[in-house]
């Protein structure tokens, strides 16, 4: 079975430029997340996806990040204006179905992004 | 909120050595309670876990118990190998609400031989 996928593996940009990151779930699997992985610290959730609706994005700086999941599928996660603390590993994850408490994640490789 | 609180790191052991690191949660209800591992280069990849009070989870030698009344699940192994140098995650999931998963800060663990 595909993994999830995700690109770009590394992205290096200037602070105040724009990015995106790319993910593609495991086939069939309806939940999607984004987290941010910031070097000595564990993951924190961004956002959350049900299909194509957000579950839960109250951790999203939505002032400069923006996620969008449009047929239910594929998902893109962009930063504009990135700011040097967005220097962080960007996870994307999927699950089956999501609500189940004990389900477990599917996580990509990661988008390691340096913002100088 | 729910947080999860894990041993500081590095922990750098020989092989065959007995490996515990210690993670403890805070809670309402009755959460999951999950161990995922980062391997250099890899995506995070769930190591085991537990639903339940008293329930043990078990994968690759690894094993840990849902501890309700001290509110812990230690990650333990008997024997460690060279190839268990990596950065192990405790994490848990509320039993409600938005069931989101919260991870600790990580712990690297480095085996030599």
Known sequence: EAGVAQSPRYKIIEKRQSVAFWCNPISGHATLYWYQQ????????????QNNGVVDDSQLPKDRFSAERLKGVDSTLKIQPAKLEDSAVYLCASSLRGAQTNEK???GSGTQLSVL | GDSVTQMEGPVTLSEEAFLTINCTY???GYPSLFWYVQYPGEGLQLLLKATKADDKGSNKGFEATYRKET???HLEKGSVQVSDSAVYFCALKASFGNEKLTFGTGTRLTIIP
Do not use: E, N
């Open chain 1, 105 to 107: 994640l599917f996580f």
């Open chain 2, 71 to 73: 509110t812990s699940f």
């Open chain 2, 26 to 28: 805070t809670a309402t």
């Open chain 1, 38 to 49: 910031i070097l000595g610290q564990g993951p924190k959730l961004l956002i959350q996806f």
